[in-house]
């Protein structure tokens, strides 16, 4: 139910919402009573909440260009996906489930945004990356998001990451200090030249760039398994080094292992463009190394 008004100062709109329950993604979620009030530059929630059983996302507060006006989302077991889908991630998939505040204020003139959240089971295509906790603010002049996190699988890995992600510039760069990070979530990236990645990652790496042309850089030590498809056969690099630039990945004088711990000397790169168009050239020196295999074929 809405009432509209018309007044010297322009159009006032009051919106009581009913109770009522909508699908989405195949999910039943159930919209409670509450109040919103539309006037010239100004909105005022008073208690929306959209929720189903241990799930819920509830606004609650005003929103104008006056800044003792504020607004309080209160997110509970939220899929960060539904809410990082806004910023037009095409080319990365997020998951895990978010709990936490999110605080507006003078979001009309000069927005401040202050965030601290919890993610369950933080997830970067499709690969687990830990619990996350992340807090951040806005940056006017940015137009963005100020962010740190730690995500932690626990008594496996921790990694402590900075940075920022700006809708207005449509891009991010993050630091990223890996302490045994599961790299698997390079898979998509990788496609039709590696597959069955098992891997952890140690060093500090940047992810930067707009968000459907990201690139990395870095110094990594790796403990990396995966298969080459064109050869159908499994690699292994035990706690070793790779350099990462813009656009390549270089391999210099690295031992790598066949899964019998036979032994081979590998030089090359990987380039990309943007992590798009994928170029390899790998030179093996070779002692007794399983190079193809025909089994499964």
């Known amino acids: 139910f809405s009432k509209i008004e018309n007044n010297t100062h322009g159009t006032r709109a009051d919106i009581e919402i009913r109770p ?18 539309l006037d010239s530059g100004f909105v005022s929630v008073d208690n929306f909440r ?8 509830c606004v609650n507060g005003k929103i104008s260009a006056r800044e003792i006006d504020s607004c309080l989302i209160d997110l509970n077991n939220i899929n960060v996906k539904y809410v990082l889908d806004i910023l037009d991630f095409d080319d990365v998939e997020f998951g895990g489930m978010a709990t936490g505040l999110v605080h507006l204020k003078n979001i009309l003139r000069t927005p401040a945004i202050q965030t601290q959240l919890h993610v369950q089971d933080f997830t970067l295509n499709k690969a687990l990356l830990g619990n996350a906790d992340i807090s951040g603010y806005w940056d006017n002049e940015l137009g963005g998001i100020r962010l740190e996190a730690q995500m932690e699988e626990k008594g496996i890995s921790a990694t402590h990451v900075t940075g920022y992600v700006s809708p207005k510039l449509k891009g991010l760069d993050l630091n990223i200090e890996a302490d045994s990070m599961n790299l698997a979530f390079i898979s998509p990236f990788v496609e039709g030249i590696f597959s069955n990645i098992n891997a952890r990652v140690n060093g500090n790496v940047r992810l930067y760039g707009p968000f459907k042309f990201l690139d990395f850089e870095g110094d990594v030590r790796t403990n990396f398994e995966a298969k080459i498809d064109v050869l159908n056969t499994y690699f292994q690099i035990k706690d070793d080094s790779i350099h990462v630039k813009s656009g390549e990945l270089a391999f210099n004088d690295l031992p790598i292992y066949d899964r019998e711990g036979h032994r081979g000397i590998l030089n090359g790169y990987l380039r990309h463009n943007k992590l798009k168009n994928m170029m390899y050239r790998f030179d093996v020196d070779a002692d007794n190394l399983l190079v193809y295999d025909s089994d499964d074929l």
């Open 20 to 37: 009522t329950s909508m699908v989405l993604n195949d999910t039943l979620w159930h919209i409670y009573p509450s109040h919103i009030a």
């Open 50 to 57: 959209i929720g189903r059983p241990n799930q819920h996302l």
